[in-house]
Nanobody, 125 residues
Framework: QVQLGESGGGLVQTGGSLRLSCAAS????????MGWFRQAPGKEREFVAG????????YYADSVKGRFTISRDNAKNTVYLQMNSLKPEDTAVYYC??????????????????WGQGTQVTVSS
């Protein structure tokens, strides 16, 4: 299995930027597709972005396309989420997750077997 830990959350003003990191330990990091999800108070956890195990393919939710960028560094066992032009509606707890299926980037939470503890992102208006 793999252990995941997020960092980089915080409070930022509308239009600002944050970079989230998720460090992995345990099984070989490159044997997982990775995803970022978020959960706002009173809402379901939703898919934000995903990256394939080699880092050569990414996929984004429409709500963040053009503003967020997911990337990974397999040598550092880390996946990143660069968030630009942040909006108040981006406020949520952000989670990274690992998917053992490598065929394509999946967007449902059930597809991901391993999760981090989450990091809070708050965007003030």
């Amino acid at each position: 299995q793999v252990q995941l830990g997020e960092s980089g959350g915080g409070l930022v003003q509308t239009g600002g930027s944050l970079r989230l990191s998720c460090a992995a330990s345990g099984r070989t990091f490159s044997s997982f597709n990775m995803g970022w999800f978020r959960q706002a108070p009173g809402k379901e956890r939703e898919f934000v972005a995903g990256v394939k195990w080699r880092g050569d393919s990414t996929y984004y939710a429409d709500s963040v396309k053009g503003r967020f960028t997911i990337s990974r560094d397999n040598a550092k066992n880390t996946v990143y989420l660069q968030m630009n032009s942040l909006k108040p509606e981006d406020t949520a707890v952000y989670y990274c997750a690992a998917d053992q299926s490598l065929f394509f980037i999946r967007t449902t939470r059930e597809a991901y077997a391993y999760w981090g503890q989450g990091t809070q992102v708050t965007v003030s208006s």
